[in-house]
């Protein structure tokens, strides 16, 4: 298993090289990483908020161009 995951990270940035040195003056790369959802909380919550199912999120999407 471990065998196919470095397969597939390696093949997968010899690939985004191999794109990066091909592009044209009039393209670009974008790459977006995705990260969890990550639950929002107060700096001094009552119990009921501590507790509650109801929690707001965020979801972080990074990129760079």
Known sequence: MIC???FNVRHKFCEY?????NLSDREAVVHIDFSENYNLKYASE????????????????TGIV
Do not use: N
């Open 46 to 61: 009552i119990q009921a908020c501590h507790f509650g199912a109801s929690q707001q999120q965020a979801t972080l999407h």
């Open 4 to 6: 196919a995951h470095v």
């Open 17 to 21: 090289r191999k794109l990066k040195e």
